[in-house]
């Protein structure tokens, strides 16, 4: 279904880490809602050095910088709804909590990305603590992998998360976890298994009452960074164009399964997706 962009686009406060190759982070979110008729607001919660095939080091920006920014843009123009990626530090966690707190009437969408504190002075445990106190109680969708749903349910022997474009099979605790974290508050959950085996990818929309939706794609073979970052700022775009959930996440990974099929690899390491490859004149061709 083809988003119909008013006169003035939607504003979507994004708050995530500065990824130089804009393969994932607050860069991939920018282009992203951009390119699905949103105007983007970034606030950049943490710097990360990076190429196409590794983190070479991150850096979590201070919480009192955050706040300034987040409130003095949230005073001038009205948000539709908010993105959060990778929040830097435990302190930045509990002041992004306390900024959403005063907008609890507004999509939030959350891709935690914890795979990015084993690079900064922060343990991914105590983040995933915090984020299960503070932020997934005003949690609108989580987008996460099994093994990053594990961490936030605060299930031990969870191993490590690439992030939420996916994870390597299933964990027989998940079950588990999804309660536990809809317990949180979390209102729906979209489970990804991007990097699981298999011939197709299927992602899992879950709620308290249960499964909502699953949709299943094509496994592509090529490699991608920032696909689940993609997922959840098209879902956060979705949401600000007025789509209840449901169908915010299928327009959201139709148009993450076109970024991926159109992906291009700048670089030495994996490829990117392409968020404006209908700009480049490419269309729907491989539905």
């Known amino acids: ?34 390119s699905m008729g949103c105007h983007p607001l970034a606030v950049q919660t943490a710097a990360i050095a990076r190429d196409t095939r590794a983190v070479e080091e991150a850096w979590a920006q201070s919480p009192e910088v955050i706040v300034a920014q987040a409130r003095a843009v949230l005073e001038d123009i009205p948000v539709a709804a908010f993105k959060l990626g990778f929040a830097g530090s435990v302190e930045n966690i509990a002041a992004i909590a306390e ?21 900064t002075a922060e ?15 005003q949690t609108t969708l989580l987008v996460v992998g ?26 027989p605790g998940v079950d588990d976890a999804l309660e536990r974290v809809l317990s ?17 990818v299927v992602n899992t929309l879950v709620a308290q009452d249960g499964v909502l939706r699953t949709d299943a794609w094509p ?15 098209a879902v956060a775009a979705a949401l600000a164009h007025g789509m209840a959930v449901a169908e915010a996440v299928r327009e959201a990974q ?5 970024t991926l099929r159109h992906a291009y690899r700048p670089g030495m390491g994996v490829a990117l997706p392409d968020r404006f490859f209908w700009a480049r004149g490419k269309g729907a ?3």
């Open 123 to 137: 343990g991914g445990e105590e983040m995933a603590s915090a984020l299960a106190d503070l932020i997934l109680p």
């Open 285 to 287: 061709e491989d539905e």
């Open 184 to 200: 949180c508050g979390t209102e729906f959950i979209l489970l990804t298994d991007g990097a699981a085996h298999g011939p197709q």
């Open 254 to 258: 139709e148009f993450t399964q076109q």
């Open 146 to 171: 099994r093994h990053e749903l594990c961490r936030l349910a605060g299930m031990t022997g969870a191993a490590e998360d690439d992030g939420a474009d996916g994870d390597e099979g299933d964990e």
């Open 219 to 233: 496994r592509l073979a090529e490699r991608y960074l920032g696909a689940g970052t993609t997922l959840a700022a």
């Open 1 to 34: 279904m083809p988003i119909e962009i008013p006169e003035m686009p939607p504003a979507v406060l994004c708050l995530g880490a500065g990824d130089v190759t804009a393969g994932g982070g607050i860069v991939a979110d920018v282009l992203t809602l951009s």
């Open 99 to 119: 900024i959403l707190s005063d907008y609890p009437e507004l999509p939030l969408v959350v891709e935690p990305a914890l795979y990015s504190a084993n690079d």
